[in-house]
């Protein structure tokens, strides 16, 4: 059976829906998924604006500090698809409210901790919330709005990390210059319980079912399948080829991206000299360039792709070459002007694979199983990427010093390149299956 014949015969499968809800409320939802995913990545990035303030109290190496970091990537990578799986099953929308209470409260717990285990039980339990959250978020998100712009949302959604680092960074390093670290995570907790308390009163889970409904009519989705058992999930993701490429490939780009997230204040501050608000501040800017870097990547690549959808791996290979040679040359200058620049104009592209492979992940997986395919991709970012970037850098750090260790980090995105020559070969080949599985389960 044809896409277009499963599009025709999907709205007489749907069930009537308690309320309805239009492209307003889709942008509605977009705008509250995106806000709490910018209080995620405060939460979470705060704590490298405090890195040299925690440095000296706690009297730290930056192994440790690595570490504080890295725990939350690692608890994401553990979790993310258990929980994405508990989610679909339980409910989006109340699974995100609670994910976003747990994060929002061990931030507050992290602005209490009075050594270095309190503050590193604190930053788990800040993993543990934000472990789903990406994976379950960006599968609303892309459930609500048409195919076409699933690469164009996928990369402003994840660039939400980006602009909430940004924002983490800015004010935790304002605050902990003028009030000290611990007011820096209260203010960020605080943030978040307001934005849970809005999410809660404005989603509905109903009003959600009925819009993906109707998109996915649209989008010449089938009806909504029977609920799969886990380890068939699985095995349908574990399968296909380019799948595993996109996820690997984006989560060695996305190592790069944590390791200048997290140790760009620390490098401000010791190459040149500047105090921890002013690091922190110049450092959000720099931040601030590859969120939008990776909105604008995400654009470029459903223009280039929307009639030839195999150039999205094009797409992916050209920025992670381009971020490797210019971030390699860049850590081997001088520090001065020059240098700023070609950081500048790596951070532009160091994101810029994350729109194309989230929407290959999209559009190699069937839409009942999204929010699992978008946490394996969270397991593969967060294990190979997200998790070890600040922690090896942290631990060549201590070895050949923190500019040294920024100067190899970058090869990663070699290895990414060449996952992305893998995953291009099998792509065409990996969605003539899906049809095929997706008739096949209708027909059934």
Same mark, same amino acid.
């Given at each position: 059976?044809?896409?277009?014949?499963?599009?025709?015969?999907?709205?007489?499968?749907?069930?009537?829906?308690?309320?309805?809800?239009?492209?307003?409320?889709?942008?509605?939802?977009?705008?509250?998924?995106?806000?709490?995913?910018?209080?995620?990545?405060?939460?979470?990035?705060? @704590?490298?604006?405090?890195?040299?303030?925690?440095?000296?109290?706690?009297?730290?190496?930056?192994?440790?500090?690595?570490?504080?970091?890295?725990?939350?990537?690692?608890?994401?990578?553990?979790?993310?698809?258990?929980?994405?799986?508990?989610?679909? &099953?339980?409910?989006?929308?109340?699974?995100?409210?609670?994910?976003?209470?747990?994060?929002?409260?061990?931030?507050?717990?992290?602005?209490?901790?009075?050594?270095?285990?309190?503050?590193?039980?604190?930053?788990?339990?800040?993993?543990?919330?934000?472990?789903?959250?990406?994976?379950?978020?960006?599968?609303?998100?892309?459930?609500?709005?048409?195919?076409?712009?699933?690469?164009?949302?996928?990369?402003?959604?994840?660039?939400?990390?980006?602009?909430?680092?940004?924002?983490?960074?800015?004010?935790?390093?304002?605050?902990?210059?003028?009030?000290?670290?611990?007011?820096?995570?209260?203010?960020?907790?605080?943030?978040?319980?307001?934005?849970?308390?809005?999410?809660?009163?404005?989603?509905?889970?109903?009003?959600?079912?009925? @819009?993906?409904?109707?998109?996915?009519?649209?989008?010449?989705?089938?009806?909504?399948?029977?609920?799969?058992?886990?380890?068939?999930?699985?095995?349908?993701?574990?399968?296909?080829?380019?799948?595993?490429?996109?996820?690997?490939?984006?989560?060695?780009?996305?190592?790069?991206?944590?390791?200048?997230?997290?140790?760009?204040?620390?490098?401000?501050?010791?190459?040149?000299?500047?105090?921890?608000?002013?690091?922190?501040?110049?450092?959000?800017?720099?931040?601030?360039?590859?969120?939008?870097?990776?909105?604008?990547?995400?654009?470029?690549?459903?223009?280039?792709? &929307?009639?030839?959808?195999?150039?999205?791996?094009?797409?992916?290979?050209?920025?992670?070459?381009?971020?490797?040679?210019?971030?390699?040359?860049?850590?081997?200058?001088?520090?001065?002007?020059?240098?700023?620049?070609?950081?500048?104009?790596?951070?532009?592209?160091?994101?810029?694979?994350?729109?194309?492979?989230?929407?290959?992940?999209?559009?190699?997986?069937?839409?009942?199983?999204?929010?699992?395919?978008?946490?394996?991709?969270?397991?593969?970012?967060?294990?190979?990427?997200?998790?070890?970037?600040?922690?090896?850098?942290?631990?060549?750090?201590?070895?050949?010093?923190?500019?040294?260790? @920024?100067?190899?980090?970058? @090869?990663?995105?070699?290895?990414?390149?060449?996952?992305?020559?893998?995953?291009?070969?099998?792509?065409?080949?990996?969605? &003539?299956?899906?049809?095929?599985?997706?008739?096949?389960?209708?027909?059934?």
């Amino acid at each position: 059976m044809s896409r277009s014949r499963l599009a025709l015969a999907a709205p007489s499968a749907m069930p009537a829906t308690p309320a309805a809800a239009g492209p307003r409320y889709a942008w509605l939802v977009f705008a509250l998924t995106f806000a709490l995913l910018l209080s995620d990545y405060m939460s979470r990035q705060v @704590l490298n604006a405090v890195f040299p303030l925690l440095k000296a109290e706690w009297q730290l190496g930056d192994t440790e500090l690595g570490a504080l970091g890295g725990v939350v990537a690692l608890m994401v990578g553990v979790l993310a698809i258990p929980l994405s799986l508990l989610a679909d &099953r339980w409910g989006r929308v109340r699974s995100l409210v609670l994910m976003a209470a747990l994060w929002s409260l061990a931030t507050l717990g992290c602005a209490v901790a009075g050594s270095f285990g309190q503050m590193f039980v604190a930053r788990l339990c800040v993993g543990i919330g934000e472990a789903a959250y990406g994976s379950v978020g960006i599968a609303v998100v892309v459930s609500v709005f048409p195919r076409h712009l699933r690469a164009s949302l996928s990369a402003a959604f994840i660039a939400g990390g980006a602009f909430g680092s940004v924002l983490g960074m800015g004010l935790g390093g304002i605050l902990s210059d003028h009030f000290g670290w611990r007011v820096a995570f209260a203010g960020i907790a605080g943030f978040g319980l307001v934005l849970v308390g809005c999410y809660a009163l404005t989603i509905s889970e109903p009003r959600l079912r009925g @819009l993906q409904q109707r998109v996915g009519a649209a989008n010449g989705d089938a009806a909504p399948a029977r609920q799969l058992e886990p380890g068939r999930i699985v095995r349908e993701l574990l399968t296909v080829p380019s799948l595993l490429c996109a996820c690997a490939g984006s989560a060695l780009q996305l190592l790069v991206m944590a390791a200048l997230l997290a140790w760009l204040p620390s490098f401000l501050s010791r190459d040149y000299g500047m105090a921890t608000g002013r690091a922190g501040v110049a450092a959000a800017l720099l931040v601030l360039m590859a969120g939008a870097g990776m909105v604008a990547c995400g654009a470029i690549t459903d223009r280039v792709a &929307r009639r030839a959808p195999g150039r999205k791996w094009r797409m992916a290979i050209a920025y992670s070459v381009v971020c490797c040679a210019l971030l390699m040359t860049a850590f081997r200058l001088p520090a001065g002007t020059a240098q700023l620049v070609l950081i500048g104009a790596g951070m532009l592209v160091v994101g810029g694979t994350a729109g194309p492979a989230s929407a290959m992940v999209a559009n190699l997986t069937r839409p009942a199983i999204h929010a699992t395919a978008f946490a394996t991709l969270t397991l593969v970012n967060n294990l190979l990427g997200l998790a070890p970037g600040p922690f090896l850098t942290g631990v060549l750090a201590d070895r050949i010093g923190l500019t040294g260790a @920024l100067q190899w980090i970058p @090869l990663a995105g070699v290895a990414a390149t060449v996952l992305f020559c893998i995953g291009q070969r099998y792509y065409a080949t990996d969605l &003539r299956r899906l049809d095929g599985a997706v008739a096949h389960a209708v027909a059934a």
